[in-house]
């Protein structure tokens, strides 16, 4: 268990190291550190959703025995991805507190307000990421040991189900670096923000009624009987993992409504309407 997790611990912080140092140093680059932390730590977390998805497929397609059927990635991948969690707690508190600092709070205004303290960044930080904070939390100190522990082998289908989540991630990663260098009326933007859109839904909406589907079809039962042939703490888990994504993805159906929504046309001038 531990040697995944040792390359895990290295291999995230240090993909965010190179990144941000090849960002700032690159001639053809020289990038401001505000921007190349910003760039970095998304390009790590799309890093991540890429292997935890391929991971998660290959789990999910080898194992024909969606109960009983194991494959060593299983275990692997999640004890690897466990130190990503951690890293990313950090990261996106470096992400906040740059972006605190460019919007002219850290007291490059010719002195007139001196800079907050780290501990008042870091409540606005705590604040405003509350739920992500949360999610990574639990799945560090709730999922891990629950898979590790409580599975004691089995179910390596679900799992590798959960790990296809991540296909959704690179595509909000993309959406965010695109809205920081105010490229919203891009057709790239537009593109990607539909295809969010789309594997959001799939792949962390969707994901949870296909889980009971295939386990209805596994155990000769209807979709709507499911609930109540399992445990009730397995009901609650899979609600609690639920709740954020609908939350989530209700935030992410209000901007794809502000960004396909048509623009209004400007009222005419005194002089247009005079004509």
Not at 93 to 119: I, N
Not at 144 to 172: H, I, N, Y
Request: proline share 6%; charged share 10%; glycine share 6%.
């Amino acid at each position: 268990m531990l040697t995944p997790m040792v390359a895990g611990g290295v291999v995230f912080p240090g993909l965010f190291l190179l990144s941000k140092n090849t960002l700032q140093r690159l001639p053809q680059l020289r990038w401001e550190e505000a921007d190349a932390v910003i760039v970095s730590a998304r390009l790590v977390s799309s890093v991540q959703a890429v292997m935890a998805s391929t991971a998660g497929y290959i789990v999910s397609t080898s194992c024909k025995h969606i109960i009983d059927d194991q494959h060593w990635l299983s275990s692997a991948y999640t004890q690897f991805a466990v130190p990503y969690f951690i890293y990313d707690i950090y990261a996106m508190f470096l992400c906040h507190w740059h972006k605190h600092q460019v919007k002219g709070h850290g007291g490059d205004e010719g002195g007139a307000r001196a800079p907050d303290s780290t501990w008042a960044v870091a409540r606005g930080y705590l604040h405003k990421e509350f739920l992500m904070v949360l999610h990574h939390a639990v799945m560090v100190l709730v999922c891990f040991p629950l898979s590790v522990v409580w599975r004691q082998g089995k179910g390596d289908f679900f799992l590798g189900c959960l790990l296809m989540a991540e296909v959704s991630t690179p595509f909000v990663c993309l959406g965010k670096i695109l809205i920081q260098y105010k490229q919203q009326h891009t057709l790239l933007h537009k593109v990607n923000g539909a295809l969010m859109l789309l594997s959001f839904l799939c792949c962390r909406v969707l994901l949870f009624p296909y889980l009971y589907w295939a386990y209805g079809r596994h155990a000769g039962l209807p979709l709507l009987a499911v609930p109540l042939a399992i445990p009730a703490h397995v009901n609650l888990g899979a609600a609690l993992l639920l709740a954020p994504q609908l939350y989530w993805f209700f935030l992410i159906c209000r901007g794809a409504c502000r960004l396909f929504r048509p623009r209004s046309s400007p009222p005419p001038s005194p002089s247009q309407t005079q004509d």
